[in-house]
């Protein structure tokens, strides 16, 4: 490479950019980049904004010329959006930069184009100018997201095909689901550890350590979309304040298990979960600790049963519970064709899963259930539980499992069961 190509290729960002920090192929409107904290999501809106206004050359006019820039306030626009390390004017060549214009609150480039700023706090502020390009920054941070996200809209009216980009870490708010439910959206998405190359080792380090494992963790570290349903019995909040990294001295160890009701590839999962309760003193103050979700999904009963009983050992569980209103007396004939002598008990539903969840909640709301991490799938199924049933797909098996593990140990606690002694006879 000569001189003029190696001063050039810093600001070159299709040659360093991540996967998920360049914009898909198609005729889109919107393009959404969810990520964790630290995935490169604002150097991929500051660089979007760069190829769109930019031309060949320096006073080459671009393919957008009038630029909205909202953030959640305005000093977030301007100390992240335009003057971050990963910000617009940092991004851009020196024969290109823009200058900012504090008055205005604007950036203007060398050809004539312009990026101003505007605070989704204060959404009036967007209503009369018109754009062709927009970037929006955390928008799922959004406190007025409805009105200033209207307001956006009404104003990206300009040029043959106006497009914007929405920057965020994932959070369950209604904008951000319709947002992505539109056939003119698109999508890129990558977890912190994407953009290691670029992060503090000790950074990385300590967000694992403190969030790893966790529903908090997933949101912010892998960049996931979580579900937290209206009306739901358990909301993320709930649950990272039920968050403990071991648990106490436990009384009583139970594997829970709800069967899946065909045993063929396409069954629903097996939920099997491993809960253990410290039942000194009087009812009212005995606490539990959900320790692993162990569901598989078991295209045999024979390989669910194996799983449970695994699980037993690992703990070592005094008691398997299994609902039977499926499978009835072939649940138990199954566990015991490879333990005999296990300690077993079999529930039948006679409620609703919604009825059956009620109490189990009220021990949550009473700070009496611990979690520890590693319990993310359960988690995410128990935040679709709600009053007028499960609101994701299919079957809420991991949460029928918690809920009997949990009415076993604390609810309707049943006789403190031991697995057999064996006796030989002379």
């Given at each position: 490479m000569n001189d003029a190509a190696l001063i050039a290729l810093p600001y070159v960002f299709e040659?360093?950019?991540?996967?998920?920090?360049?914009?898909?192929?198609?005729?889109?409107?919107?393009?959404?980049?969810?990520?964790?904290?630290?995935?490169?999501?604002?150097?991929?809106?500051?660089?979007w904004v760069r190829a769109q206004v930019e031309g060949p050359a320096p006073l080459s006019p671009g393919r957008a010329g009038r630029v909205a820039l909202i953030g959640e306030t305005f000093d977030q626009v301007r100390d992240v959006?335009?003057?971050?390390?990963?910000?617009?004017?940092?991004c851009a060549p020196p024969d290109r930069r823009p200058a900012w214009e504090a008055t205005k609150r604007r950036l203007v480039w060398p050809n004539g184009a312009t990026a101003t700023?505007?605070?989704?706090?204060?959404?009036?502020?967007?209503?009369?100018?018109?754009?062709?390009?927009?970037?929006?920054?955390?928008?799922?941070?959004?406190?007025?997201?409805?009105?200033?996200?209207?307001?956006?809209?009404?104003?990206?009216?300009?040029?043959d095909h106006p497009r914007q980009v929405v920057t965020t870490t994932p959070r369950d708010v209604p904008i951000l689901r319709r947002l992505l439910t539109l056939s003119s959206t698109v999508t890129t998405h990558a977890p912190t550890t994407a953009n290691?190359?670029?992060?503090?080792?000790?950074?990385?380090?300590?967000?694992?350590?403190?969030?790893?494992?966790?529903?908090?963790?997933?949101?912010?570290?892998?960049?996931?979309?979580?579900?937290?349903?209206?009306?739901?019995?358990?909301?993320?909040?709930?649950l990272e304040d039920c968050r403990i990294d071991g648990p106490p001295p436990l009384s009583r160890i139970v594997v829970a298990v709800d069967p899946p009701v065909t045993g063929h590839a396409g069954s629903d999962e097996c939920g099997i979960v491993v809960a253990g309760a410290v039942t000194e003193g009087a009812p009212g103050a005995w606490r539990a600790v959900v320790l692993e979700d162990a569901s598989v999904k078991a295209a045999k009963p024979i390989d669910w049963a194996r799983a449970?009983?695994?699980?037993?050992?690992?703990?070592?569980?005094?008691?398997?519970?299994?609902?039977?209103?499926?499978?009835?007396?072939?649940?138990?004939?199954?566990?015991?064709?490879?333990?005999?002598?296990?300690?077993?008990?079999?529930?039948?539903?006679?409620?609703?899963?919604?009825?059956?969840?009620?109490?189990?909640?009220?021990?949550?709301?009473?700070?009496?259930?611990?979690?520890?991490?590693?319990?993310?799938?359960?988690?995410?199924?128990m935040c679709l539980m709600t009053v007028q049933g499960f609101e994701g797909k299919g079957s809420p098996d991991r949460v029928d499992a918690l809920v009997w593990a949990l009415t076993d140990l604390v609810v309707e606690p049943g006789a403190k069961w031991r697995r057999p002694q064996v006796r030989t006879l002379l």
């Open positions: 040659f360093w950019a991540l996967d998920h920090q360049l914009p898909p192929e198609g005729d889109w409107r919107t393009w959404v980049i969810l990520g964790g904290r630290g995935a490169g999501k604002t150097r991929a809106g500051a660089e959006m335009v003057f971050g390390d990963s910000g617009i004017v940092a700023s505007f605070s989704a706090s204060e959404p009036e502020g967007l209503r009369g100018p018109q754009f062709d390009a927009a970037w929006a920054d955390e928008l799922a941070k959004w406190k007025k997201v409805d009105d200033a996200w209207d307001m956006l809209q009404f104003a990206l009216r300009l040029g290691r190359a670029n992060l503090a080792k000790s950074f990385l380090e300590e967000i694992e350590a403190r969030y790893g494992g966790t529903r908090l963790g997933r949101q912010e570290l892998e960049g996931v979309l979580l579900d937290d349903r209206e009306g739901a019995f358990w909301s993320t909040a709930m449970a009983l695994d699980a037993m050992e690992r703990y070592g569980a005094d008691r398997l519970v299994a609902e039977v209103n499926q499978g009835g007396d072939l649940v138990e004939t199954v566990i015991r064709q490879i333990d005999p002598l296990v300690p077993y008990r079999g529930v039948r539903a006679a409620k609703g899963k919604s009825a059956r969840a009620e109490p189990v909640a009220a021990l949550y709301e009473q700070g009496r259930v611990s979690h520890l991490r590693g319990l993310g799938d359960l988690e995410d199924q």
